[in-house]
């Protein structure tokens, strides 16, 4: 029997407390449409994640994005640093983006410290501003660094940090079995009582256990 098609609402996350909706909805899909992305909905992802707080306003954070629909070699290029199962259902994808950080700007003395976490806090404004545009985001660390340092030609003092599928729903049935049932899959997540601490570590916090 063939399993029924995944509506976005019923991968809500169930949560304990009320979140915001989109926070809610959101969720990392493998099934992507065949439809491109137009620019100023695209351009709206990026301006979201150039509007996140950074250590001392550094921005570290640059987009290497390649469109399928628009420079399908560009898109190649990005795909073809994907390893395993990610290229298989990341060459769907309406863009494929890299994520790339300075760790090290000659300017800052010591380094950015923080420089990974505030691409990661750009990358989440990026993936909420796109579940409200009807987009979903699918991060991967799954991809070659060497080879898009080399086709992307990012200089050394820069680093790859994370690669991104974005797109449109589609139905699952286009994915192989695998990921077909990684895809239908219930959402979970660990216990509050685990990642919440009162005072000191180990201690779980009464109001949240």
């Known amino acids: 029997m ?12 169930v949560t304990t407390y009320p979140i915001n909706d989109l926070l809610a909805s959101r969720w990392s899909p493998r099934a992507f449409a065949d439809r491109a992305i137009p620019t100023d909905v695209l351009g709206s992802l990026l301006e979201a994640a150039r509007w996140a707080p950074s250590s001392r306003n550094l921005q570290p954070w640059h987009f290497v994005i390649g469109e399928r629909h628009r420079d399908p070699d560009g898109f190649a290029r990005i795909l073809s640093t994907l390893v395993g199962a990610n290229k298989s259902w990341g060459k769907n994808a309406s863009v494929l983006l890299i994520a790339v950080t300075e760790p090290e700007p000659e300017n800052v003395k010591g380094g ?16 909420i501003q796109a579940m409200s545009c009807g987009l979903y985001i699918h991060q991967m660390g799954g991809f070659r660094r060497d080879k898009a340092r080399e086709l992307l030609e990012i200089p050394d003092q820069y680093e790859p940090v994370v690669s991104a599928a974005i797109g449109y729903l589609a139905d699952p049935s286009i994915l192989s079995d695998t990921m077909r ?3 239908l899959a219930p959402r979970s997540r660990h216990p509050l009582s685990e990642q919440v601490f009162s ?3 180990g201690q779980s916090h009464p109001d949240y256990v």
Do not use: I
Request: glycine content about 2%.
């Open 181 to 183: 049932e990684r895809e």
């Open 112 to 127: 950015n410290t923080y420089a990974y976490y505030d691409v990661g806090q750009a990358m989440a404004h990026l993936s």
């Open 199 to 201: 005072a000191k570590w």
């Open 2 to 13: 063939r399993r029924r098609y995944v509506h976005p609402t019923d991968k809500r996350a």
